[in-house]
């Protein structure tokens, strides 16, 4: 024999070691025939013993298979029976589009929506059944979305109670109440022999089974139940070292469970932030259009009028705004004949919406009576019509109130050498978020308050946002026109 | 005296107590066929007397129908009284057919027995050929029958008798699973509740069980799954593969896994469905992707399992979707750059395919390989495992010591008759439609 006595105790094969790739049978040959012929008997054998193997296997026919037994020294593999449903066509749509993405998991449907995650079982339609005894007191689907909601309800009680225990180690106590379950769920518009026959079922079949029936809800077996028929056990926690940061952050399902919400919750926010700001601008773009029209509604006006009239008019009527405002509003502006108890500025006294600017308005212009008794400036009047808009945030100031509150409005800084007037006097507003402002800077004619030229100037008296403006401090002396003055110092 | 009564109500105080009357059942029969002491039974030579001893013993021998039309001798496994009858003659008999895979065992009628063929033999001694040990013919029988039920050698002894306590019943018959109702092979652990009823309807998409099909259809109505709820991470025409995280769709992984254990003699439920993922291959139409197969895998597996279990669901078997999820497993491994092998025990079918693909692998590359090759390079290129590919290569005779090294025998005419042997692949995998990056535990 050619063979050594090496070829009878090989050494333990080297994984890592090349393997040189005999490329011909006839290489074994040439050099240890005995060992070549064996191993081709060997091979020739092996292909033996498969074949039949195989070919049980695969004679076993498809579909509704009659499998051929054979006998016991070969392994036979049967092929299970199967039949087709009748009813599959029926009760299973063709509404499946596959989007041309792969498709993404959205999470377990327990969490995302209101999804029933309850069937009704065998006791639950046998019941209904009876208890719907021919007629219809309560439909299927009505029970199934009843016993699953108070199966939550249920386990949330359990939850606020402390009773929920990881693992079974007991019976699981019902601990929701029939009237706090019919309060919870009176949206689902239950009549309340049905709700509370529904109620006791439930309860008394959760009595029977000592666990939820809801199998979700179900406390897993403890990990030392040998029980073989019960499973799901869970798994501990593979002990993986603790670095600091490990027991500064506690990663399990709570914490992926609350970063979901907030990832939810910010998205909602963003959403609503967008809406907001779509709104916002809109505002904005119609307010700009507004003050435009404004205007140019004005200049068209008034200018006609400065030559229509020439003397100051007797009697102002009073036009109501068209828009609901405060109260206030409402009594001066129903308050057409009483002389107002105050001197105003002379300016309009503009009305416009409730603060919480939700529509835009509808502004009004309202006749300012005082302004009769004014000196004009410029010595022309005007009248109002009644079409013609207020401004925002340039509500009168009412001398009264700023007297109860002790605000006095400043004063007209000292006439310079060579002047006649101040050269600047201060008009009084309400501003924005119902600040006080008194303004001494006309931004649109870019003139101090007190110096406009010209009707439409004086007109366009104050708007918000003005330059030079300030809130008055409590207490500050001031004097301001002389009309104003003698108003306020009381 | 071992006897499973039909139950009626779903009791449920812990399932240990409906578990406990089952167990004590199985007990009671293995004391009397354990120890290999088989029953005498009376003689059958006065016929009408055999209706005076009936309800049938377990453990009895006899012949009995199969659906072949044809008797085949079976062996009473268990027993209990037809729900719809009290008479003594009106039980129904758990079969197990000695010629036969256990997947075959059923529920069977009085009138399938040949009660002419009771056993009445006596239990003389004989010698046991190979072993040269004196038995009694029972004895020398029940060994022999031990030797049909393949796929257990991995397993130890207790286990292993164990295992066939807990699992020798089957509790439900035939499943109803979208366009299919099929005939389960195993036992699988329903909750207890579930016992009862011979027959469960699942929902194709949600894997959700029920007991009438009522239930499913009022439940299709409001499911608006149409396909596994998970990621879907290969597409190649009307092939899909969809990746499931058993801790965040851990009903469907729990559904899943009570359905799969109906044909899975050795899946183990033992423990919760979070450390696994399940990647389960369907065919895609305008009604959904439905579900064809699966295979699950541990998340992190210390044995470098890359593979738990694998299904092909029966009416889609021989259609070469095994082979396509083996070679599945084995791409997700190549990505992950290691080297996986199937959890053991494996199945007799489980085995067959495996070997087919190693074979398959590892045969092509020796055949175009042109210089020398280690083991762990082969390894490299195929994400198998070394010790799978020494056993492969062995057993094919494809590796001899020669001249005190070891050559590997790479003859194109020996490759070929092995790989014929080794049958077709399966579906093709297409790595360019394969989206995925392995998965990382948070944390």
Same mark, same amino acid.
């Given at each position: 024999m050619a063979m050594s006595r090496l070829s009878f105790r090989p050494r333990p094969l080297d994984i890592h070691k090349k393997l040189p790739i005999l490329k011909s049978a006839r290489e074994f040959e040439d050099d240890d025939p005995t060992a070549a012929a064996v191993a081709v008997a060997r091979a020739g054998v092996l292909l033996r013993q498969s074949?039949?193997?195989?070919?049980?296997?695969?004679?076993?026919?498809?579909?509704?298979g009659n499998p051929t037994p054979t006998k016991k020294n070969i392994q036979e593999i049967p092929t299970p029976q199967f039949d087709a449903v009748g009813t599959y066509e029926r009760d299973?749509?063709?509404?499946?589009?596959q989007p041309t993405c792969y498709i993404r998991g959205r999470g377990a449907r327990a969490e995302i929506g209101e999804f029933v995650e309850y069937d009704l079982d065998n006791e639950d339609e046998d019941w209904l059944e009876d208890f719907n005894n021919e007629r219809k007191n309560l439909n299927p689907e009505k029970l199934e979305v009843l016993l699953f909601k108070l199966e939550i309800l249920d386990h949330k009680a359990r939850e606020r109670a402390g009773a929920i225990t990881p693992t079974f180690i007991g019976p699981v106590p019902v601990l929701l109440q029939l009237d706090?379950?019919?309060?919870?769920?009176?949206?689902l518009s239950v009549r309340y022999g049905v709700f509370q026959a529904v109620y006791s079922y439930w309860k008394d079949k959760r009595e029977r089974w000592q666990k939820p029936i809801l199998r979700r809800l179900q406390p897993p077996p403890p990990v030392n139940d040998t029980n073989p028929y019960n499973v799901f056990r869970p798994r501990e926690k593979a002990h993986r070292l603790h670095t600091r940061r490990m027991q500064r952050r506690e990663n399990n399902i709570q914490s992926f469970e609350k970063l979901r919400m907030v990832r939810r919750n910010l998205d909602q926010a963003k959403a609503l932030m967008d809406a907001l700001v779509k709104r916002e601008e809109t505002k904005r773009e119609a307010m700009e259009c507004e003050v435009n029209l404004q205007r140019i509604q004005m200049k068209y006006k008034h200018e006609a009028q400065l030559v229509d009239e020439g003397t100051a008019l007797s009697g102002f009527q009073q036009v109501s705004s068209r828009f609901g405002s405060s109260e206030d509003d409402y009594a001066d502006s129903d308050d057409t004949t009483t002389e107002q108890p105050y001197i105003?500025?002379?300016?309009?006294?503009?009305?416009?919406?409730?603060?919480?600017?939700?529509?835009?308005?509808?502004?009004?212009?309202?006749?300012e009576r005082e302004l009769k008794r004014r000196p004009q400036q410029n010595g022309w009047v005007f009248k109002r019509d009644p079409e013609e808009p207020v401004l925002l945030f340039t509500r009168p100031l009412d001398p009264e109130k700023l007297v109860a509150a002790g605000i006095k409005p400043p004063p007209d800084p000292p006439i310079e050498n060579g002047a006649t007037m101040p050269p600047f006097r201060c008009r009084g507003r309400i501003g924005r978020g119902g600040r006080i402002i008194f303004d001494r800077w006309n931004p649109l004619l870019q003139t101090p308050i007190g110096q406009e030229t010209s009707y439409y100037a004086v007109a366009r008296g104050q708007w918000r946002g003005v330059s030079g403006a300030w809130a008055v401090a409590r207490g500050r002396h001031q004097h301001g026109n002389t009309l104003a003055v003698a108003a306020a110092a009381a | 005296m071992g006897s499973m009564e039909a139950s009626t109500a779903p009791e449920n105080g812990t399932a240990a107590a409906a578990a406990a009357g089952a167990s004590t059942a199985c007990n009671g029969a293995a004391a009397s066929n354990g120890g290999g002491v088989e029953r005498r039974l009376r003689s059958s030579a006065a016929s009408a007397s055999w209706a005076s001893h009936l309800p049938l013993e377990v453990g009895t021998r006899v012949m009995c129908r199969w659906r072949d039309q044809k008797l085949h001798p079976v062996k009473v496994i268990e027993r209990r009284k037809s729900s719809t009858s009290s008479s003594p003659a009106d039980y129904e008999y758990y079969v197990h057919y000695t010629e036969f895979n256990r997947r075959l065992d059923e529920w069977v009628k009085l009138e399938q027995l040949d009660l002419e063929t009771v056993?009445?033999?006596?239990?003389?001694?004989?010698?046991?050929?190979?072993?040269?040990?004196?038995?009694?013919?029972?004895?020398?029988?029940?060994?022999?029958?031990?030797?049909?039920?393949q796929g257990h050698e991995e397993l130890d002894a207790a286990s292993l008798r164990e295992h066939e306590e807990f699992t020798k019943v089957k509790?439900?018959?035939?499943?109803?699973?979208?366009?299919?109702?099929?005939?389960?092979?195993?036992?699988?652990?329903?909750?207890?509740?579930?016992?009862?009823?011979?027959? %469960?309807?699942?929902?194709?998409?949600? %894997?959700?069980?029920?007991?009438?099909?009522?239930?499913?259809?009022?439940?299709m109505k409001k499911c608006d799954l149409k396909h596994p709820p998970g990621d879907e991470i290969y597409r190649s025409g009307t092939l899909s593969m969809f990746e499931v995280d058993g801790k965040k769709n851990k009903v469907y992984g729990q559904n899943l896994c009570y359905l799969a254990k109906l044909f899975l003699d050795h899946k183990t439920l033992y423990y919760d469905v979070d450390l696994f993922l399940f990647y389960v291959l369907c065919e895609c139409d305008d009604r959904g992707c439905h579900m064809v197969g699966y295979f699950s895998k541990e998340k992190h597996s210390e044995e470098s399992y890359n593979l738990a279990c694998i299904l092909?669901?029966?009416?889609?078997?021989?259609?070469?979707?095994?082979?396509?999820?083996?070679?599945f497993s084995y791409e997700l491994s190549k990505k992950e750059g290691k080297v996986g092998t199937p959890e053991r025990p494996l199945s007799d079918l489980g085995l067959l395919s495996y070997r087919g693909y190693w074979t398959r692998v590892l045969l092509e590359i020796l055949k175009k390989h042109k210089s020398n090759i280690s083991i762990k390079e082969?390894?490299?290129?195929?994400?198998?495992?070394?010790?799978?590919?020494?056993?492969?290569?062995?057993?094919?005779?494809?590796?001899?010591?020669?001249?005190?090294q070891h050559v590997i025998c790479a003859d194109p005419k020996v490759l070929d008759r092995h790989l014929k042997a080794a049958g077709r692949g399966g579906l093709e995998v297409d790595v360019s439609k394969l989206i995925w990056t392995p998965y990382k535990e948070q944390g």
């Open positions: 074949a039949p193997e195989l070919t049980a296997a695969t004679t076993a026919t498809e579909g509704e299973y749509t063709r509404t499946f589009a706090a379950a019919m309060e919870a769920l009176q949206f105003r500025p002379p300016v309009f006294r503009p009305r416009f919406a409730d603060h919480k600017l939700s529509v835009i308005p509808t502004l009004r212009i309202k006749r | 056993e009445t033999d006596v239990d003389e001694k004989v010698e046991d050929k190979a072993t040269s040990l004196k038995m009694t013919r029972h004895q020398k029988r029940k060994i022999d029958e031990t030797h049909v039920e509790n439900i018959a035939k499943i109803e699973l979208g366009r299919y109702e099929i005939d389960t092979w195993y036992f699988s652990p329903f909750p207890p509740e579930y016992n009862d009823s011979p027959k %469960l309807f699942f929902c194709e998409f949600c %894997l959700n069980f029920m007991k009438r099909k009522e239930q499913l259809q009022r439940h092909t669901l029966p009416p889609y078997q021989r259609k070469g979707y095994g082979k396509f999820l083996i070679a082969l390894s490299d290129m195929t994400a198998i495992k070394a010790d799978d590919i020494l056993s492969t290569l062995q057993s094919l005779d494809l590796i001899q010591y020669r001249k005190g």
